[in-house]
């Protein structure tokens, strides 16, 4: 009889350790990144799921340039990681760059590098070299780099928003959703023009009230790049 309760017990110690051990080599979920620019004031977010070596995505840059400077103190602008690994090759070396110099407060700095030097990079056999030189520019602290651009965390961190973008059913770059609602058409905002009818309608949607652009910098402009 002790026997058998000793057998038992042994069987329910080595199953619960084992249960226990899996649960503590699970990997931690990675949160979401918040990369955002402008002073929000209306509460309208247009967010873009992007990609830094689509062409698409480097195409839209110097719009989303103008519309980020036009309503910097109007809306929120933020910026989600959704690399396309399986066409480009070199993305998601450029997004782990991008989280690399975010931790050192240079995010929006790296993204303009990136989007700035596509054509140079987006064919390169050696990103490491040629990212780390965008963080030398930026005046990164190299060592520190050197070490989030490699780690887990930030490939965690970069699955976790494209998850977020699966979800939405993001299937290409870029993906632009204002207020929660995805803009089907690229075309019809392929210009400062075009993107602002659209965004000044959903600030009236939201306040009531048309936008109005602001031309004197912002505390937020100030602080970060467009």
Same mark, same amino acid.
């Given at each position: 009889?002790?026997? *058998?309760?000793i057998i038992i017990? =042994?069987? #329910?110690? %080595?199953? /619960?350790? /084992?249960? =226990?051990?899996?649960k ?8 979401p990144?918040n ?5 929000g004031?209306?509460? #309208?977010?247009?967010?873009?799921y992007?990609d ?6 480097g ?14 103190? @109007?809306?929120t602008? @933020?910026?989600?990681? +959704?690399?396309l690994? @399986? %066409?480009?090759q070199n993305?998601m ?7 690399a110099?975010s931790?050192?407060?240079?995010f929006?700095?790296m993204?303009? %590098? ?6 140079t990079?987006?064919d ?6 040629d ?7 930026l005046?990164?602290?190299i060592p ?5 651009f ?8 970069? &699955?976790?928003? %494209? &998850?977020?973008g &699966?979800?939405?059913? #993001?299937?290409?770059?870029p993906t632009? +959703?204002?207020?929660?609602?995805q803009?089907e058409d ?8 075009? +993107?602002? #009818?659209?965004?000044?309608? !959903?600030i009236?949607?939201?306040? /009531?009230?048309?936008?109005? !652009?602001?031309?004197?910098?912002? *505390? ?7």
């Amino acid at each position: 009889m002790k026997k *058998a309760i000793i057998i038992i017990l =042994l069987s #329910v110690m %080595i199953i /619960g350790g /084992g249960a =226990l051990l899996k649960k503590d080599n699970k990997q931690p979920i990675a949160s979401p990144t918040n990369n955002t620019f402008g002073a929000g004031k209306s509460g #309208v977010v247009l967010k873009e799921y992007a990609d830094f070596q689509c062409p698409g995505c480097g195409g839209f840059y110097p719009i989303l340039k103008e519309v980020k400077e036009k309503y910097k103190d @109007q809306i929120t602008f @933020q910026f989600v990681n +959704f690399p396309l690994t @399986q %066409i480009h090759q070199n993305a998601m070396a450029a997004h782990r760059a991008a989280l690399a110099a975010s931790n050192q407060g240079k995010f929006w700095e790296m993204h303009n %590098i990136l989007y700035e030097n596509q054509n140079t990079w987006k064919d390169s056999i050696n990103t490491s070299r040629d990212f780390e030189a965008y963080a030398t520019q930026l005046g990164l602290d190299i060592p520190k780099y050197k070490i989030d651009f490699a780690s887990s965390a930030t490939s965690n961190t970069i &699955q976790a928003d %494209i &998850q977020t973008g &699966q979800a939405l059913k #993001v299937t290409g770059t870029p993906t632009f +959703f204002l207020d929660g609602k995805q803009l089907e058409d690229n075309n019809a905002i392929a210009s400062l023009e075009k +993107f602002s #009818v659209v965004i000044d309608a !959903a600030i009236a949607a939201k306040t /009531g009230q048309p936008a109005t !652009a602001n031309t004197t910098p912002s *505390a937020e402009s100030a602080t970060k790049p467009l």
